[in-house]
């Protein structure tokens, strides 16, 4: 805030607060949409037994699971995965868990690796149900499975896409194939707590209702509160708001001091650009890891361009630790009895306090643990301060129209038909200057 | 360039070739630096016998490897141990390679659960011998090495620190512990092309003097060709600076068509902010992977605020590929015979063509593959560029004078002997507005 870092960087209470209006008005119309735009806001009261007794079945039948599927279709199953199970998962327990997410080939062969395909249970994960990566990585297994399994290969195979809709329901209902589906009125980015996400998760041994908890939980906080001093869903997205148009602060740093929660960045960022870049308006979302990252980062952040805000995520408690021995040499005494969480909680401060004195501006967001309820909550916290947002820029956030055209050209250069206009539209554009040659 | 996407955001020809006599004049200072500021450029032509005899006494006798450092002690490691090794290493190879880098005791328990701590060796790295997260996992480590193997304990140990100074070198002097100078002239960041890098690489099978055959090559050309339009590393750091400085673009976006390059993109961070972002100048580094963030991130670089300057990263041939089955539904057919890098391959054209249309300015480094040699050739254009970069802003490219403060903080929190002052005046700074508690 102003009082703290000055008006040239901090927010005056009396800006948030002249807000007022606008966000009574706005709460009023998100609970108007919440069976519409807003329906991610819904998901935290499904009924999730079918999902929870599917994965059952998966986790006793199969020894591995690979998630099929790539941006909204895997970062949040993933985050999900890293997050909220054991250290070493998949070292430890049974299925293993793994993303396919690109359509690089060494990310292809390190996976095929580490399964054996015949005891593999294959989730692919497109809304669209078009996808070019997810289509082509499942092409591949689909060949691999029909030539060990044969007919059986049916039974490694459970499909999430659009119930109605796409080229993987039409074949999942021809090859008679498990399927669940995305609710239509969810986009990707958003759908991390409708099957895309808990699936994955059950199967993980993640206790999914727990993670619905702690959303309901969030969504009851946010439906009551409409004031933004007292709503943390709006008051993340005002006050990243006005820092992006009135401080210049383009770009939204997350920096969670915990690895666990390195894969709770990427969910955001996608979450985040995709949203609200659009229009020329948006910030640039940007990861960093503490304590890492003090040491390749802070100094940019501290001294570099003044447009950042930084938000950084502080665990309270770990469930393990290591202490520091006791008998230490002079030099390192200063370290003597203090553990490992209690270092990197006290660098958090530290590094807080150096920004202050620089007059960065940031927020803090303290989870007692990690947890599924508090996953839950993080989760919806961020999706609806990422649809409140919408608002404040007046833009979509539920599209991403600048995505077809990147697919268009890839379409046309794979001599896709009714794509060669789209070629010729290359060739004019695709201009390389300044080609240096080193052998 | 401007001929591709127009004035306001692209480069002109003329622009470059006004920073004419900038160039020559700074590249004669360069070669005379090199000795002194630019040390690091001596670095491709060091004798290496003895880290590769003791890395393969390290192979020979340990199961495990675990590199004890962070930030410009780490990346560099990591990023060739990730780029050059087969996939799955540490499945398949001995010794298994493993960083200690952060103090979170997730990522502790992580690591010393997949190794047998008296079949490991552990080379702790740190320039100032002092760094607070490196000797605070160091002491944990100690102390659990001398109860596993009593006095035998030294054996484990390798140390890679200041040739004189700091509390490492004085510990490995006492102790008898086989140490690796990190040489005075080169900061952290700069160092993966001496023992700090090296040592970890050649105990990974990497051939090292491969690599520094790469970053000779690059010298060689570099330093002949004074003219920006052929010096590949002038190329770069001018293009960003003029991007930056006179378009707006405050933003380097890095990204690679390849997973392996991953940790490549978090070397090339630490060495682009902590290196540029001081006096209010310098650009933020963003990381960016492709596919994957197509699907994240486009939607903001095509239509969120015109700030980046965008690098791809493109590996013309792979090593291993998969191949699209030829038979498949009409629907998706146009991927029939095509292979996965070459969809990979095709996406990047195609992500590169959406982005000029966009008139989003990007440079694209392709190497034929991912080998030592060309990685060697990437280390040393970046180092280079970098180092270029420092006199194109006016700023020391060498120093990180905002780091220390956070650092004192922390050690202010933790009861230090000389900090009571800085704890003081982290009560003053430090205050908590609009604590909002969700239970």
């Given at each position: 805030?102003?009082?703290?870092?000055?008006?040239?960087?901090?927010?005056?209470?009396?800006?948030?607060?002249?807000?007022?209006?606008?966000?009574?008005?706005?709460?009023?119309?998100?609970?108007?949409?919440?069976?519409?735009?807003?329906?991610?806001?819904?998901?935290?009261?499904?009924?999730?037994?079918?999902?929870?007794?599917?994965?059952?079945?998966?986790?006793?039948?199969?020894e591995s699971f690979?998630?099929?599927?790539?941006?909204?279709?895997?970062?949040?199953?993933r985050?999900l995965f890293e997050s909220l199970t054991e250290t070493n998962h998949n070292l430890k327990k049974k299925p293993k868990i793994f993303f396919?997410?690109?359509?690089?080939?060494?990310?292809?062969?390190s996976v095929?690796?580490q399964i054996?395909?015949?005891?593999?249970?294959?989730?692919?994960?497109?809304?669209?149900?078009?996808?070019?990566?997810?289509?082509?990585?499942?092409?591949?297994?689909?060949?691999?499975?029909?030539?060990?399994?044969?007919?059986?290969?049916?039974?490694?195979?459970?499909?999430?896409?659009?119930?109605?809709?796409?080229?993987?329901?039409?074949?999942?209902?021809?090859?008679?194939?498990?399927?669940?589906?995305?609710?239509?009125?969810?986009?990707?980015?958003?759908?991390?707590?409708?099957?895309?996400?808990?699936?994955?998760?059950?199967v993980a041994g993640i206790?999914?209702?727990?993670?619905?908890?702690?959303?309901?939980?969030?969504?009851?906080?946010?439906?009551?509160?409409?004031?933004?001093?007292?709503?943390?869903?709006?008051?993340?997205?005002?006050?990243?708001?006005?820092?992006?148009?009135?401080?210049?602060?383009?770009?939204?740093?997350?920096?969670?001091?915990s690895e666990k929660l390195s894969s709770?960045?990427?969910?955001?960022?996608?979450?985040?650009?995709?949203?609200?870049?659009?229009?020329?308006?948006?910030?640039?979302?940007?990861?960093?890891?503490?304590?890492?990252?003090?040491?390749?980062?802070?100094?940019?952040?501290?001294?570099?361009?003044?447009?950042?805000?930084?938000?950084?995520?502080?665990?309270?408690?770990s469930d393990v630790d290591y202490?520091?021995?006791?008998?230490?040499?002079?030099?390192?005494?200063?370290?003597?009895?203090?553990?490992l969480?209690?270092?990197?909680?006290?660098?958090?401060?530290?590094?807080?306090?150096?920004?202050?004195?620089?007059?960065?501006?940031?927020?803090?967001?303290?989870?007692?643990?990690i947890?599924?309820?508090?996953?839950?909550?993080?989760?919806?916290?961020?999706?609806?301060?990422?649809?409140?947002?919408?608002?404040?820029?007046?833009?979509?956030?539920?599209?991403?129209?600048?995505?077809?055209?990147?697919?268009?050209?890839?379409?046309?250069?794979?001599?896709?038909?009714?794509?060669?206009?789209?070629?010729?539209?290359?060739?004019?554009?695709?201009?390389?200057?300044?080609?240096?040659?080193?052998?």
């Amino acid at each position: 805030m102003a009082e703290v870092i000055g008006e040239r960087d901090g927010i005056l209470r009396e800006e948030l607060l002249s807000f007022r209006h606008f966000v009574v008005e706005t709460h009023s119309l998100i609970q108007k949409e919440k069976n519409r735009k807003f329906y991610f806001c819904r998901l935290p009261y499904q009924n999730v037994s079918h999902i929870k007794e599917y994965a059952g079945y998966i986790r006793d039948r199969f020894e591995s699971f690979v998630v099929i599927g790539i941006g909204g279709s895997s970062l949040g199953a993933r985050m999900l995965f890293e997050s909220l199970t054991e250290t070493n998962h998949n070292l430890k327990k049974k299925p293993k868990i793994f993303f396919l997410e690109n359509v690089d080939p060494e990310k292809f062969k390190s996976v095929l690796e580490q399964i054996d395909i015949k005891n593999t249970c294959f989730n692919v994960v497109t809304k669209s149900g078009s996808t070019v990566e997810t289509i082509a990585n499942f092409s591949v297994i689909l060949s691999m499975l029909k030539k060990e399994l044969g007919d059986n290969y049916r039974e490694n195979l459970v499909f999430t896409t659009d119930p109605e809709k796409g080229f993987l329901r039409k074949l999942g209902n021809q090859e008679k194939i498990k399927m669940f589906d995305v609710p239509p009125l969810v986009g990707g980015r958003f759908s991390v707590l409708s099957p895309v996400g808990l699936l994955p998760a059950a199967v993980a041994g993640i206790d999914i209702e727990e993670l619905l908890a702690g959303a309901k939980k969030m969504d009851l906080v946010c439906s009551i509160e409409e004031h933004v001093e007292h709503n943390p869903a709006y008051l993340i997205a005002l006050s990243h708001y006005i820092a992006n148009m009135r401080r210049g602060k383009t770009i939204s740093v997350m920096m969670p001091y915990s690895e666990k929660l390195s894969s709770f960045v990427d969910w955001y960022r996608q979450l985040w650009a995709e949203s609200l870049g659009k229009d020329g308006l948006g910030q640039t979302p940007v990861k960093a890891i503490g304590t890492v990252d003090q040491h390749s980062q802070i100094q940019l952040y501290r001294e570099g361009i003044r447009d950042k805000i930084i938000t950084f995520l502080h665990i309270e408690k770990s469930d393990v630790d290591y202490k520091i021995p006791e008998e230490l040499p002079e030099d390192i005494s200063y370290l003597s009895g203090h553990s490992l969480h209690e270092i990197l909680s006290k660098e958090l401060l530290g590094t807080k306090a150096a920004l202050i004195k620089s007059k960065v501006p940031n927020i803090t967001i303290s989870i007692d643990r990690i947890s599924s309820y508090n996953i839950g909550m993080l989760i919806y916290l961020y999706e609806l301060a990422t649809g409140f947002s919408g608002y404040l820029y007046k833009i979509n956030p539920f599209d991403q129209p600048a995505v077809e055209e990147g697919k268009n050209f890839t379409y046309a250069l794979m001599g896709r038909e009714g794509y060669q206009e789209k070629l010729e539209e290359f060739k004019e554009l695709y201009k390389e200057k300044y080609k240096i040659e080193v052998q």
